[in-house]
C-alpha cells in the first residue's frame, strides 16, 4: 500500500515500540486485566469465538504482545502478525500463557498491507487498537479483510472515534474551514491529517463492502493508559 500515512505510521511504530517500552506494555497487561475495557474486550472476543459451532482459523491484526490470547477458545489456528519485531518478542510469552488453549501460534512480522494470506483463509479476523489508529483503515484495507474472511467468517475491530477527540476550537476551525483561503485550508489538512474515523466515515467504508451484517458501537474506555472513544465493529460476511 502506498499511502503515505501509511508509511509515516510504520517508522513511528519503529521508534515507538523500543525494547524498553515493549517491557513496560507488556507487564502493564497484568494490570490491564483490572480495568472495565479489559473485561468488555475478553467478553466480546470470547463470545464471538464461541460463535462458531467448529474449530475456526483466526488471524490477530496488529497482535502487540498478545494481550487476548488467553480468551480465545474453539481455534484451530491462530495466526498473529504485528510489524513490530519488539512486541512479537513479548509475545512469545504473553498474558496468562498457561490458560491460552490452542496448541501453536504461528506469528508473522511485518507490515499486515503488504501480506498477502490466500484469500477465505479465516473465520474470524480481529485487530484491537491498530486499524483507524496507528495505521489507515479505508476501503482498500476492508476490502483485504473482506477477501481473507471465509464465507460466515467475522471481523471485529476498533478505530478511535475522530468525533470524539476533536477540541472546541477544531470545530469552530471546521466550521470556518469553507471560507478560509486554500493555502490555510492546506496547512489544516496537514494538521488534521488523522487515522482516526468518524462513525460516518467508518459505515461509509464497512457498508459498502458487502457484508451480510455488520454492527458499529461506541465505547468509551477509562483504561488510566489510554482515555478515549472507540468505535467498534463487528461485521459478518454471507
Ligand atoms: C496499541 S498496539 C495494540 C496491540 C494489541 N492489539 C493490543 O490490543 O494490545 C498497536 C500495534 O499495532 C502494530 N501495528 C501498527 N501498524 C501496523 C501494521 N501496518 N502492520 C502490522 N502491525 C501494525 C504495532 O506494532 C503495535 O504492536
Known amino acids: 500500500m502506498s499511502n503515505h500515512i501509511v508509511t509515516e505510521k510504520l517508522a513511528i511504530t519503529l521508534q515507538v515500540y523500543d525494547p524498553a517500552t515493549t517491557v513496560n506494555y507488556r507487564q502493564y497487561d497484568d494490570k490491564f486485566i483490572q480495568t472495565k475495557a479489559y473485561l468488555h474486550l475478553a467478553g466480546k472476543l470470547s463470545n464471538l469465538c464461541q460463535s462458531f459451532e467448529r474449530p475456526i482459523a483466526m488471524l490477530d491484526v496488529g ?75 479505508d476501503r482498500h484495507v476492508c476490502n483485504k479483510l473482506f477477501e481473507l474472511l471465509r464465507p460466515g467468517g467475522k471481523l471485529f475491530f476498533t478505530v478511535v472515534d475522530l468525533e470524539a477527540r476533536k ?33 460516518n466515515q467508518l459505515e461509509n467504508i464497512v457498508s459498502k463492502q458487502g457484508f451480510k451484517t455488520y454492527q458499529i458501537e461506541r465505547y468509551a474506555s477509562e483504561d488510566p493508559k489510554w482515555k478515549g472513544v472507540h468505535l467498534e465493529c463487528i461485521a459478518t460476511k454471507k
Open 63 to 137: 497482535c502487540g504482545t498478545g494481550r487476548y490470547f488467553h480468551v480465545l477458545t474453539n481455534v484451530d489456528r491462530l495466526f498473529a502478525m504485528d510489524y513490530s519485531e519488539n512486541m512479537l518478542v513479548q509475545a512469545q510469552h504473553p498474558f496468562r500463557e498457561a490458560e491460552i488453549s490452542m496448541d501453536k501460534i504461528v506469528f508473522k512480522q511485518g507490515n499486515f498491507y503488504d501480506f498477502d494470506f490466500e484469500n477465505q483463509s479465516f473465520d474470524f479476523i480481529y485487530s484491537i487498537g491498530v486499524l483507524g489508529e496507528h495505521t489507515v483503515f
Open 167 to 199: 477540541t472546541f476550537k477544531r470545530k469552530i476551525m471546521e466550521s470556518l474551514y469553507p471560507f478560509v483561503p486554500t493555502s490555510i485550508k492546506q496547512i489544516l489538512d496537514k494538521r488534521w491529517e488523522t487515522c482516526y474515523l468518524t462513525w
